[in-house]
């Protein structure tokens, strides 16, 4: 099993990007995978939208296939495991999360054949390298997909197993990879399975001022730590999306209300029977104080390795929480924070 301590994402690459060889070439380049390493971290997770690789009619791309080859190929220089993470399927895209018109996948039994497809390409093409993660789907959000995403992935990772029957295999719940939602998954047989989890709590502080939620405008600047009772009012304006803090026993905001939240993704693995558990993304937007960010992601990772969790920094480069946005001080003492 690879191992994955402290990573960073490279998202807005091959991901929630303008699709172009010119933007691919330029936006992330070999020399960047060395700075990561440099700067300490121990691997990266690529983001990977479908059109990387298929035509919206299915057909191969590829030059997709090779750039990923190119990409695995840096990684491999500077001894960096690589999580290959699906972040928009055909028919699915966690942005459009309720549009039954647009996320056909969980409904379209053509559409989850052309996923699982999908899937056996990629194993094929990559299955040769020992450093190599599958993540099967980023984010699948809206709760009556629980079951369908369980018979899906039942599926993909059968059909992977069939071509890379060691290759790391990754995925998580619904409601945007929460902790809470783990408990909902089937139970892990696969030693070569990875439990995923994303860590954005509490959602009212680490995406404060975001500007794809219009309702954070109603709440503004949000500090922490801070008094619980000032989180409860505003997560109660976000409705289901701050249904943790309303539903948290901590009397006060700080590292015993992270503690609680992970330790939700610990106990639900172990029930599972899942031996491993990681963090594909957490962070905080560029927009929050860059003191109470720095406060956030201390006690983050202090409660990631109390409970011996990988993780994976969100983001290397712009993205609203590339480590690139703040100043040269914050930007460094973030580093220093998150790397091994």
């Known amino acids: 099993m690879i191992q994955l301590r402290r990573g960073i994402n490279l998202g807005g ?6 699709h172009t060889r010119a933007h691919y070439d330029s936006f992330i380049v070999r020399d960047d995978i060395k700075r ?7 691997h990266v997770r690529l983001p990977i939208d479908y059109e990387v690789f298929e ?7 590829g030059e997709g296939y090779n750039r990923v080859h190119e990409i695995i190929g840096w990684t491999r220089e500077y001894d960096l495991p690589v999580i290959l993470d699906l972040h928009r399927a055909y028919g699915y895209d966690f942005n459009d999360a309720g549009d039954d018109a647009k996320n056909m996948l969980f409904s379209d039994e053509a559409v989850q054949d052309r996923f699982v497809r999908l899937w056996e390409n990629i194993a094929r093409e990559y299955m040769q390298y020992d450093n190599v993660a599958f993540e099967l789907l980023n984010e699948v959000v809206e709760d009556k997909n629980a079951d369908a995403w369980n018979r899906l992935i039942a599926r993909a990772l059968s059909a992977i197993r069939a071509i890379a029957p060691d290759t ?3 995925y998580g719940g619904i409601k945007w990879n ?3 939602t783990i408990r909902l998954l089937e139970p892990v047989t696969d030693p070569n399975v990875i439990v995923t989890f994303h860590f954005y709590e509490p959602l009212v502080f680490t995406h404060q ?3 794809w939620m219009p309702v954070m405008e109603q709440i503004g600047d949000v500090y922490y730590p801070d008094d619980m009772s000032r989180y409860r009012h505003n997560s109660d304006i976000l409705g289901g999306q701050g249904e943790t803090v309303l539903a948290s026993k901590c009397d006060h905001m700080d590292i015993e209300y992270l503690r609680e939240m992970v330790q939700i993704a610990v106990d639900s693995a172990r029930e599972l029977g899942a031996k491993h558990l990681y963090v594909g993304e957490y962070g905080v ?3 929050a104080p860059a003191g109470d960010m720095l406060r956030w992601m201390a006690d983050t990772i202090q409660v990631f390795k109390e409970n011996n969790i990988g993780c994976a920094l969100w983001s ?5 929480f590339g480590i690139d946005l703040w100043d040269t001080t914050t930007s460094q003492k973030l580093v220093d924070l998150t790397r091994c």
């Open 55 to 61: 035509t919206e009619d299915g057909e191969r791309i």
């Open 178 to 180: 929460s902790a809470d």
């Open 285 to 287: 937007i560029d927009k």
């Open 36 to 42: 990561i390493k440099d700067m300490g971290y121990d």
């Open 168 to 170: 790391p295999v990754i």
């Open 13 to 18: 690459f091959l991901s929630q990007c303008v």
């Open 209 to 211: 001022h975001a500007h």
């Open 316 to 320: 290397y480069k712009l993205m609203d």
